[in-house]
């Protein structure tokens, strides 16, 4: 009896075995090295950004011979400020206006009864499963019969619907108390004007991390860009780097200067608002 109390208090179980090691300390050991390994290559983008064209891939992450022509090169060869403008102005429309019609949707879903309600949120659900090469060419044919081609129109309207945002959303408002929809409606309110004076600012967390998905999303977007569009002032960033790099093979220097200028803004952003991302997720699948 002694013995295991003894044992007991250093530390261990009685008859001399060791309690296992914190499953919370190897999962924290875990994700070090995982966040190590993802941000690696980041990391090395940005130092070899800084490096000559004779340095770039001599296989230091540290440059030895620090540089800013590279960027300068980058922005004045080529119009790369333009292909930010054409992606930064194409991603805030479509996150603007497909949060508008999304939470909308999604709010009809979630709280208005109406024949079919579940069938349809069932047939919008099962788009989630269709990959996007799928219906490419159909997309392609439909734009072009609407003369969508070459134009912001073309890379903004086929983009604004997506089945992920209303099933977030309406995940979302099935968790908010009906009270205060139901003290509206007796108060005269009609659905729209609950919708927008009740829903829509008790939505503001949701919304925030759907409009971080939705603008990197589309900054990131390249096949419908690439189909859709030929005239140069139309070129989105990634079609920006990905002929960039087509035209300078070798130059790996200009072609990692660029990439780091797309990619630094997202990583604030993301930084910036990584809590309401990752809360946004835990919650929406509760009810």
């Given amino acids: 009896m002694a013995s295991d109390t003894v044992a007991t208090r250093s530390g261990g179980t009685p008859?001399?075995?060791?309690?296992?090691?914190?499953?919370?300390?190897?999962?924290?050991?875990?994700?070090?090295?995982?966040?190590?390994?993802?941000?690696?290559?980041?990391?090395?983008?940005?130092?070899?950004?800084?490096?000559?064209?004779?340095?770039v891939t001599d296989g230091n992450l540290i440059p030895r011979d620090f540089t800013f022509?590279?960027?300068?090169?980058?922005?004045?060869?080529?119009?790369f400020a333009r292909y930010l403008w054409n992606s930064f102005f194409t991603s805030a429309v479509i996150t603007v206006v497909a949060l508008f019609f999304h939470s909308m949707a999604a709010y009809a879903l979630a709280r208005l009864r109406f024949p079919g309600r579940d069938k349809l949120f069932g047939a919008i659900f099962a788009t989630l499963l269709v990959t996007p090469p799928v219906v490419l060419i159909p997309l392609f044919m439909?734009?072009?019969?609407?003369?969508?081609?070459?134009?912001y129109a073309g890379l903004i309207?086929?983009?604004?619907?997506?089945a992920f945002g209303i099933f977030l959303l309406r995940q979302f408002y099935l968790q908010l108390p009906r009270e205060l929809e139901e003290a509206a409606v007796v108060d005269g309110c009609g659905h729209w004007r609950v919708y927008w004076n009740i829903v829509l600012p008790m939505s503001r967390p949701i919304l925030s991390a759907l409009a971080i998905f939705f603008f990197l999303a589309n900054w990131?977007?390249?096949?419908w860009p690439l189909v859709a569009t030929s005239d140069q002032d139309l070129t989105v960033v990634q079609l920006g780097i990905a002929s960039f790099q087509t035209q300078y093979g070798s130059n790996w220097n200009?072609?990692?200067?660029?990439?780091?200028?797309a990619a630094l803004p997202m990583l604030l952003l993301f930084f910036a608002f990584q809590r309401q991302i990752v809360e946004s997720v835990k919650t929406s699948g509760l009810k």
């Fill in 15 to 55: 008859g001399g075995r060791r309690r296992p090691v914190s499953s919370r300390t190897g999962l924290t050991v875990l994700a070090v090295v995982v966040s190590l390994i993802s941000l690696f290559p980041v990391l090395w983008m940005v130092t070899s950004s800084f490096k000559t064209r004779t340095t």
């Fill in 69 to 79: 022509d590279n960027f300068v090169y980058v922005f004045t060869e080529v119009p």
């Fill in 142 to 151: 439909v734009a072009r019969q609407l003369h969508l081609l070459d134009s």
């Fill in 157 to 162: 309207v086929p983009a604004v619907f997506n």
């Fill in 220 to 223: 990131n977007a390249f096949v």
């Fill in 254 to 261: 200009y072609i990692l200067a660029a990439a780091t200028v």
